[in-house]
């Protein structure tokens, strides 16, 4: 019973063959692990090579504590609780594992997969906000009703599930532990995937707190939106500054800020600029 509450009274009804596995009397079997395949909604993408070395010697020592939960598959099996103690077990050298085989659709699978992830927090962030995802669709919940179930806020959820939105170089930092999941919900901040890349790669490159890359965003951000409004020319003044060019013979920059701004002018020489203050003038350059 203390499992069915960790779970949550949703996932309990989305589990029932699997939980009851815990009270019967039955003596597990020894499966081959060759027959075994893994847990196709295994949201862990990466494992810990240091964490499954120490598992493999405490296997070899004690052998397996908690048997292994399958289901048959066919001529096979698969996983649907215990993927850790299978590759301990494999590196350890063992030709069979302890295992109840029970009956588990591919709603019950993912269920315990994602709840037996989280529950340890074994999860990476990238790898919390792709179950999420496929978790809300796979049982049609809402960010709310999931948040309830794993024990976060709604808010939390949706900050996961925005990670998915990152280009796939970004998600593979994340990933890897070289950008957390505050730098990733920060790099969401930029307009398009190029510049999320290219910010992701000078942030790991030195070093910045999430803070540092916030600051970064922003100021990224407010570049592009000073450059929009320069480009955002009225066509009036554009016109004036075109006439300026033909009558001066140069480049002329018309600065208008609602009726009041600054006129540039470009000279390449001094004798250019006399002959443009000449034309100011009125004055022929010629005498």
């Given at each position: 019973m203390k499992r069915k509450r960790a779970l949550?009274?949703?996932?309990?009804?989305?589990?029932?063959?699997?939980?009851?596995?815990h009270s019967e009397k039955g003596s597990p079997a020894d499966?081959?692990?060759?027959a075994i395949d893994p847990n196709p909604f295994q949201p862990r993408i990466d494992w810990d090579d240091e964490e499954l070395s120490s598992l493999a010697e405490s296997i070899r020592q004690q052998g397996i504590l908690q048997p292994l939960v399958l289901r048959k598959r066919e001529e096979r099996y698969q996983l649907i609780a215990g993927e850790r103690r299978l590759r301990a077990s494999i590196l350890a050298g063992l030709d069979t594992v302890p295992a109840f085989v029970r009956e588990a659709d591919d709603r019950q699978m993912m269920a315990l997969a994602l709840i037996e992830n989280i529950?340890?927090?074994?999860?990476?962030?990238?790898?919390?906000?792709?179950a999420f995802s496929r978790f809300c669709v796979e049982f049609k919940m809402t960010q709310e009703e999931l948040g309830r179930q794993v024990g976060i806020s709604r808010s939390a959820v949706a900050n996961f599930q925005?990670?998915?939105?990152?280009?796939?170089?970004?998600?593979?930092?994340?990933?890897?532990?070289?950008?957390?999941?505050?730098?990733?919900?920060?790099?969401?901040?930029?307009?398009?995937e190029e510049l999320m890349i290219r910010v992701?790669?000078?942030?790991?490159?030195?070093?910045?707190?999430?803070?540092?890359l916030e600051d970064t965003v922003r100021k990224a951000t407010n570049r592009k939106i000073t450059k929009?409004?320069?480009?955002?020319?009225?066509?009036?003044?554009?016109?004036?500054?075109?006439?300026?060019?033909?009558?001066?013979?140069?480049?002329v920059y018309l600065k208008d800020s609602g009726g009041s701004g600054k006129l540039e002018i470009e000279y390449g020489s001094l004798d250019e600029l006399d002959r443009i203050l000449s034309i100011i003038r009125g004055r022929d350059s010629s005498t």
């Open positions: 949550g009274r949703g996932l309990e009804s989305l589990l029932p063959s699997i939980e009851e596995n499966i081959s692990v060759k529950q340890r927090q074994d999860l990476n962030p990238m790898e919390k906000a792709e925005r990670l998915t939105e990152l280009p796939e170089f970004v998600k593979a930092m994340v990933r890897s532990g070289k950008l957390s999941m505050g730098h990733g919900r920060a790099l969401l901040g930029l307009p398009n992701a790669k000078l942030s790991i490159a030195r070093g910045y707190s999430v803070r540092s929009k409004k320069k480009v955002d020319v009225l066509p009036e003044v554009k016109q004036l500054e075109m006439e300026l060019q033909r009558v001066l013979g140069t480049r």
